[in-house]
């Protein structure tokens, strides 16, 4: 440049002087140190309540957890280097705890032991996690995939009807002695799908169409497809009685399309709808009404002599927790019956321990839904920040159906609490969110790095 008839050049800085973010695996491999440590702890804690000892399986359990964390982080070392260094922590620590937890119940259940088959889904819930991180190297290819995913998503569904039903409902798909439960992938194509639609139709969405009352409603050329998909899922959901499910993709559709259209309004369409729905179904469907009833007199199964059911007994378990609990191995939540190890794992939880120990827990799963919203809300391009809004919704909801079912806030649905409940499918699907919001937030701090992530 001159200035005052003196050229005075000027060049770019060098590379080495350009601010780097940090990519803070460091903090991931001792985070993941500590999650395994902390799992190990409960597992020998186990032993040592019950028989004294340490389990014979400690070193096996805490080196096959160990050698599943440092392969998912060799993973995101080497593909997601910029990802958020405490989703993978998060995931490791939830599953050990699960592990433990489903361990100890095995314990009461001699002849039903589901530990070793958790394990086997968690490896394959870890192994699908390094495939999304290795293969997938942009979210954004998912939108090519966006009528793939509904169309899979609607068959998956489906396919439960034409199987028996499994405890009053068909959401299972078994097959010489092998199991599934399909809506737990569906989940995810579902939010692929609606985060790829309402990113392409956000304007549509909320400039357009007509106005009623304070809420401007789109047409129904761009409303219509999303609305027609929602329908139709909601609908194979309630005729296979799986409506803990349903409530989690009404859920899902309406934070989504809230997110995309930035109007309130669809908030409050959606809880109204939701209490419309809710009264139907629990005057409608006897199974649901039974459901309700009992959460509205939880004891009063005792006072017909007729002993206490499974909410009756969770509430007994988290009220004998008390602040610290009463240490691993040492409750009686094995009295819940059938379900202490998928619906009703909280309640073990709870009661071993206690407030303080179930206040971690929450707070877990709370730091992972605000990580994963983070991720979206740094991206600048529509889909991913839908898509991370709404996988971190999906786990949120889930968490708070789950939780307020077997606390007695509202009626139980059946669901698997996250990481935590015995199922094969929702370990596996809740790795596959994990390693999507791991994507997500690598390519969400590549963009202030001026990479670009593909």
Not at 220 to 239: D, E, M, N
Not at 244 to 272: D, E, K, N
Not at 307 to 335: D, K
Not at 388 to 397: D, K, Q, Y
Request: with cysteine; aromatic share 8%; charged share 15%.
């Amino acid at each position: 440049m001159s200035k005052a008839g003196i050229t005075v050049a000027t060049a770019d800085p060098p590379a080495s002087a350009v601010r780097r973010l940090p990519r803070r695996r460091g903090v991931e491999l001792a985070l993941i140190v500590l999650a395994v440590l902390l799992s190990v702890y409960g597992y020998c804690a186990v032993g040592l309540a019950r028989h004294g000892t340490l389990p014979p399986g400690a070193a096996g359990y805490g080196a096959g957890l160990g050698v599943l964390a440092l392969l998912a982080h060799l993973a995101v070392r080497l593909r997601a280097p910029y990802a958020d260094p405490l989703l993978l922590p998060i995931g490791v620590l939830l599953n050990g705890l699960g592990l433990v937890l489903i361990y100890r119940l095995d314990l009461e259940t001699p002849g039903d032991r589901a530990a070793p088959a958790q394990l086997v889904w968690s490896t394959l819930g870890v192994a699908l996690f390094i495939l999304v991180v290795l293969l997938l190297r942009d979210h954004r290819v998912l939108q090519r995939y966006t009528y793939v995913c509904v169309v899979a998503a609607l068959v998956l569904l489906t396919l439960p009807i034409l199987f028996p039903a499994v405890n009053g409902a068909r959401i299972w798909i078994r097959v010489a002695g092998f199991s599934i439960q399909p809506g737990e992938f569906a989940k995810v194509l579902l939010a692929v799908f609606f985060a790829a639609y309402l990113a392409a139709n956000r304007s549509a969405l909320a400039f357009t169409g007509r106005r009623v009352w304070r809420l401007q409603l789109p047409t129904g050329r761009v409303l219509g497809p999303i609305v027609a998909v929602w329908l139709v899922s909601v609908g194979v959901l309630i005729l296979e009685h799986d409506l803990g499910t349903s409530l989690l993709f009404f859920g899902l559709f309406v934070v989504l399309l809230y997110v995309a259209t930035g109007r309130t309004g669809w908030i409050a369409v959606g809880l109204l709808l939701a209490a419309l729905g809710a009264v139907a179904v629990g005057r409608l469907e006897p199974h649901v009404h039974g459901r309700i009833e009992t959460w509205l007199h939880p004891f009063a199964s005792i006072e017909a002599g007729e002993g206490a059911n499974q909410l009756a007994q969770s509430l007994f378990a988290f009220a004998e927790g008390g602040l610290l609990g009463t240490g691993l191995g040492l409750g009686h939540s094995v009295l819940i019956g059938f379900a202490v190890k998928s619906d009703f794992i909280l309640a073990t939880a709870g009661e071993e321990l206690g407030l303080a120990g179930l206040s971690a827990v929450f707070l877990l799963y709370g730091l992972l839904v605000e990580r994963g919203f983070r991720a979206g809300l740094d991206l600048r391009e529509p889909f991913g920040r839908l898509l991370a809004v709404g996988l971190a919704s999906l786990v949120a909801l889930q968490v708070f159906v789950i939780a307020g079912g077997v606390t007695g806030l509202i009626p139980l649905t059946g669901m698997a609490m996250p990481f935590l409940a015995q199922g094969g499918s929702s370990v596996v699907t809740n790795w596959a969110i994990v390693a999507l919001l791991l994507r997500v937030s690598d390519s969400a701090r590549r963009q202030y790095d001026g990479q670009d992530p593909r």
